[in-house]
């Protein structure tokens, strides 16, 4: 909680409608606007906000949670070791990520102290974070206009669906025609794959994912 939420707990922070750039601005200005978004408190402790990256042409978008230690400092999606796991799993589906629109529900990391101060540890947004990001997500979705979207984690599949949206309750299945995209596959995060302290329960759940990754394919193909 910030000084500012202390003293004024009835105050909100301007909407990022506020700081969106204009419709004509294009991916570019979507990107440079964004570093001036003060919709929450996250700004303050990250290092740059960080959109998505891809072709503004791409059929199929990914969505995750949020950039990471590594995601902050380059201003990429997706660069560190989920990253890195994520490439693995395209590859293994037979998806080219050159071709794919990678993005994050929000947009500023988030994130807590470990090892004495030495190392930045992911901190889950909350659900008012992801509320107050959720523009700039919407705002990547109208210019790649993608016609498959895959949601890696919960807060990614809550940001489009709400809060009850729950990943078992539609893992495995091809949501069709919602208001973001004609099919939406949701799958976990493969950060989840990497927390798993259990090697075989770990390469249970990676086969899973590469599973759900050749689904999400297989339905861009067919549409």
């Not at 707990?9 to 294009?26: K, V």
């Not at 959720?134 to 993608?146: A, S, Y």
């Not at 984690?153 to 990943?167: E, P, S």
Request: proline share 7%.
């Amino acid at each position: 909680m910030t000084t500012r939420e202390k003293q004024n707990p009835e105050e909100s922070w301007p909407p990022a409608q506020a700081f969106l750039p204009g419709a004509r601005a294009g991916l570019p200005g979507l990107w440079k606007a964004a570093q001036d978004c003060r919709a929450c408190d996250l700004f303050e402790r990250a290092t740059q906000a960080v959109l998505g990256e891809g072709p503004v042409a791409a059929k199929m978008m990914l969505i995750g949670e949020q950039p990471g230690d590594q995601e902050d400092l380059q201003g990429k999606p997706f660069v560190g070791p989920a990253g890195r796991m994520l490439d693995k799993a395209l590859v293994e589906a037979k998806i080219d990520r050159a071709g794919v629109y990678v993005t994050n529900a929000v947009k500023h990391f988030k994130w807590t102290t470990g090892d004495r101060g030495k190392r930045r540890l992911h901190s889950k947004p909350s659900a008012r974070e992801v509320k107050a990001c959720f523009p700039w997500l919407q705002r990547e979705i109208g210019l790649i206009e993608p016609r498959v979207i895959v949601t890696l984690g919960g807060t990614a599949g809550q940001a489009l669906f709400g809060g009850k949206f729950r990943i078992n309750a539609v893992r495995g299945q091809v949501i069709r025609d919602s208001q973001w995209a004609p099919s939406v596959v949701a799958t976990i995060h493969p950060s989840a794959i990497l927390r798993d302290p259990d090697p075989l329960n770990r390469k249970r759940r990676y086969e899973a994912f590469v599973h759900d990754l050749a689904m999400a394919g297989r339905a861009l193909n067919a549409g």
